[in-house]
């Protein structure tokens, strides 16, 4: 049927998210981008911790570790002296668990995601462009252009994921409030022909500018530098420019070598009010762009979209009525919110001049960041696993052990086939699980997540001695809750509901999706 046609316009990372998410819920999308096909560019460098939990259950994390490192440590200098070194593997349970964040080229992702994509037979169309749409109550009239050729498609929903400069919000005729700030980047992918650690990343402030270095791997480093002073941005970047930053602001002693990329730009601070637009919505870059402080970007509108997607599919399927997208409005459009707030904190503070903040500055870093818990907090600022739906309509308040509605599943290791696993591991090829701590209840569990059986199949995945999992120790079924602890988990790894009768679960779902509309 018609209204059941998805459209996702743009093909990056938060596109091919969303029709990721979409197929394995099995909805076949249609995606189209403009562009003839995957960048060969690294862009966003790092899949930082809770997005590789969001992606594992369809591409287990250590998918990404293959060819690439784990970041492990962030070194923070002042004017060529080190402030702390931050150790990002201090709270990792085991070696085999989730690192903070792996440094994977933009490229790469990229790829990955369409290897998955590719399983469920859909594939990207490239230099096809989404040139106007008009949309109603009952779908979206698309016109795309393909070279010479014209296509008329209705479509029953159109995801725009097509980035800061989005044809689909632009469509839409909506505002985009915020800021671009006066205020000039450097940005280069660079060779290092000199030794280097490449699971470091470095932070250089400096009163001619800061410097943000990150490792891209096979010697390749990217630079990213505030341009003051008598910098012509008119001219186009050398990497003898970038030799130059690196020899006057950091005390690396690094020799560039062969360029990849050089370029200039500017930041945006941007968030449009509203996500949804009846049957048009939009996700990643399209409705929020900020600073790249903080590399969340990518990360933010990949978890926009896995959010968007789970919820839409839901409703095609019968699972939900139609309010359930607004759900997608309520739980992201404060996560975009406070990433453009934060970034834009950390850029300021970044960016200081005056040689007083400059002090307080480097004051305060040395001593958050020698208490553990300071730096607790800027492990999981970064790597966003700060982020919960706690205050959600679909959250209950619910709470047993470190459980918490609308919250993610605590952090351990468990037993699985003899081998020492990340808990999440229990929620892989799942589209909605209920984990049970202890013996089998005795009880009959919600078997679909959705009003009746429509919604998503649950699988019910057992934390016990001859379980699908052993935790041998007894401390992670005990942040779980404890003997008899059921938990029910979305499709994002969001905790739905938690709960010692299987009663209380049915009827969280009852009370979410048992009323659809139409």
Not at 87 to 106: A, K, N, R, Y
Not at 125 to 132: D, P, Y
Not at 179 to 184: A, I, L, S
Request: glycine share 10%.
């Amino acid at each position: 049927m018609e209204t059941e046609n998805v459209l996702i316009c743009g093909a990056g990372p938060v596109g091919l998210t969303a029709a990721l998410e979409l197929a394995r819920h099995g909805i076949r999308p249609r995606i189209i981008e403009v562009d003839d096909g995957p960048t060969e560019l690294s862009k966003a460098l790092v899949v930082w911790r809770r997005t590789l939990k969001v992606l594992d259950a369809e591409i287990p994390f250590e998918r990404f570790l293959e060819n690439h490192g784990p970041m492990r440590s962030a070194r923070i200098a002042s004017d060529r002296r080190e402030l702390r070194t931050i150790d990002l593997t201090e709270e990792q349970i085991s070696g085999s668990g989730f690192p903070t964040g792996i440094l994977v080229p933009q490229s790469d992702t990229e790829r990955i995601l369409i290897e998955a994509l590719l399983k469920y037979g859909v594939e990207v169309e490239w230099n096809h462009r989404l040139t106007s749409f008009t949309a109603s109550g009952t779908g979206v009239d698309c016109t795309i252009q393909n070279g010479d050729s014209i296509e008329a498609f209705k479509a029953g929903w159109l995801l725009g994921c097509d980035g800061g400069h989005s044809i689909t919000r632009k469509g839409l005729d909506l505002a985009f409030p915020g800021t671009t700030r006066d205020q000039d980047w450097l940005i280069s992918d660079v060779e290092i022909v000199s030794p280097a650690d490449s699971s470091q990343v470095r932070i250089e402030f400096n009163r001619a500018g800061v410097v943000a270095i990150f490792p891209i791997g096979h010697r390749r480093w990217r630079v990213m530098a505030e341009l003051v002073g008598e910098h012509d941005v008119k001219k186009e970047v050398t990497a003898e420019d970038v030799q130059q930053i690196l020899d006057q602001r950091t005390d690396t002693g690094w020799t560039v070598g062969e360029p990849h990329w050089l370029g200039h730009f500017r930041v945006n601070e941007r968030q449009v009010r509203a996500y949804r637009h009846g049957r048009v919505i939009l996700a990643g870059d399209a409705a929020h762009v900020h600073s790249p402080a903080g590399g969340q970007g990518m990360n933010t509108g990949i978890q926009d979209a896995q959010n968007l997607a789970w919820k839409l599919a839901l409703h095609l399927r019968g699972g939900a009525g139609e309010s359930i997208l607004d759900t997608y409005q309520e739980e992201r459009h404060p996560v975009g919110h406070a990433v453009v707030r934060g970034s834009a904190m950390l850029l300021k503070f970044a960016t200081f001049s005056n040689p007083l903040a400059c002090f307080a500055r480097n004051t305060m870093i040395r001593i958050v960041m020698s208490t553990r818990t300071g730096r607790r907090r800027f492990r999981q600022a970064l790597s966003e696993e700060a982020v919960s739906y706690r205050s959600s309509s679909l959250a209950d308040r619910t709470r047993l052990g470190q459980v918490r509605s609308g919250g993610t599943l605590p952090d351990g290791m468990v037993v699985m086939g003899g081998e020492e696993v990340p808990v999440h591991c229990l929620l892989r090829q799942c589209e909605a699980t209920i984990i049970v701590v202890g013996d089998p209840p005795t009880e009959n569990l919600p078997t679909h997540f959705g009003a009746g059986s429509s919604g998503f199949p649950v699988t019910v995945r057992r934390l016990g001695q001859g379980g699908d999992a052993e935790d041998r120790d007894g401390r992670l079924s005990a942040l779980l809750g404890g003997e008899g602890s059921m938990i029910l988990v979305r499709p994002d790894t969001v905790v739905a509901t938690v709960s010692r009768t299987a009663s209380d679960l049915q009827d969280w779902i009852d009370s979410r999706f048992g009323e659809k509309e139409g």
